[in-house]
């Protein structure tokens, strides 16, 4: 088993919010990156850089980048799909890292940002070159690589063309998404691994949404075959607008619970992640999908 330790990219304000229809305002963002910050988030995707019109939600982009304390410490991410969203997060000066998203089918490709999957490769790769010419680092994350919601099953060999051609642009991880939340543990196992082999030294990163359930399940294999980064929301909430029937997150509580019990370390403060929780779930009016929020605290404080 693995006993080291594991990041957590906090990725709530984008990809937790990302779909609500309620838009919710711009100060609660910020107190909700404020809250990760308090529990120990390090890396936080903060908004994305995309049509507002596509993405109503996210049409605050640089009034949240603007709102974001100052800190030398943490990472602060902005997703982007293509250059106009890249000049859009540069030009903030508050974004320190781009994340690309390069699709694994044409169809689903095409739903989320109006090109090929070929074509997200080559976007991804020139948001890649952008950030770097800009003096700031990018990640690229692989969309539907366990599952399409149009297209179905997603041959492996797909998914590792692409990985291929994405870490020839130099990002400083990649990672896998499981968009829709069809992945399985022996899926991940064998993708996670191979992904690993491929692209060493680059790290994997994974990123899971739990609509069938199997999202811990996932994380805990993922982990064990070699991925070191894991993306998890606050509450378990999230969802893509382009993707029918995707639901929330792998929730931030869930996982850090399961990972520090089994003696992995995340640097998160759980307790501090269940009240931010509990305040999410008044700002949103309704109770978060996360599940350790909802349970006793265990073992019990003294």
């Known amino acids: 088993m693995y ?15 990302q779909n609500e229809k309620a838009l919710i305002a711009t100060a609660d963002k910020l107190a909700l990156i404020d809250r990760a910050l308090a529990a120990g988030a390090r890396r936080i995707e903060v908004t994305s850089f995309v049509n507002p019109r596509a993405v109503p939600q996210m049409a605050d982009a640089e009034a949240v980048c603007a709102g974001l304390p100052q800190r030398d410490d943490v990472t602060y991410i902005g997703l982007v799909m293509n250059q106009r ?22 169809t689903f490709a095409m739903a989320n940002q109006g090109q090929t999957s070929d074509g997200s490769v080559a976007a991804a790769s020139e948001i890649i070159a952008a950030a770097k010419a800009a003096g700031r680092t990018a990640q690229v994350t692989i969309a539907a690589a366990f599952g399409c919601p149009f297209e179905g099953e997603v041959a492996e060999a797909r998914v590792l063309a692409m990985a291929e051609a994405l870490a020839a ?28 082999d491929l692209i060493a030294p680059l790290p994997v990163r994974v990123h899971f949404h739990n609509t069938r359930g199997t999202g811990l399940a996932n994380v805990w ?3 064990a075959a070699g991925a070191r980064t894991v993306d998890a929301a606050i509450g378990g909430l999230g969802g ?24 992995i370390g995340t640097g998160l403060d759980l307790s501090a992640l269940v009240s931010a929780n509990h305040w999410l779930a ?11 929020a909802k349970a006793p605290s265990f073992p019990k404080q003294s």
Not at 85 to 106: E, F, K, M, S, Y
Not at 178 to 190: F, K, L
Not at 242 to 263: C, I, Q
Not at 282 to 292: F, H, I, K, S, T
């Open 221 to 223: 294999v993922a982990v």
């Open 282 to 292: 008044e700002v949103m009016q309704r109770q978060l999908p996360g599940m350790v």
């Open 169 to 196: 642009a130099g990002p400083v991880e990649i990672a896998l998404a499981d968009t829709i939340g069809v992945a399985n543990p022996a899926h991940v196992a064998s993708l996670v691994v191979r992904l690993r």
């Open 85 to 106: 969203g890249a000049d859009r997060a540069l030009a903030t000066g508050r974004i320190d890292q781009l994340g690309a998203v390069a699709v694994a089918t044409d």
């Open 240 to 263: 893509c607008p382009f993707a029918p029937g995707a639901a929330g997150n792998v929730s931030t509580e869930d996982v850090v619970y399961m990972l520090e019990r089994a003696g």
């Open 3 to 17: 006993t080291g330790a594991i990041e957590i990219v906090e990725v709530s304000p984008r990809d937790g919010l």
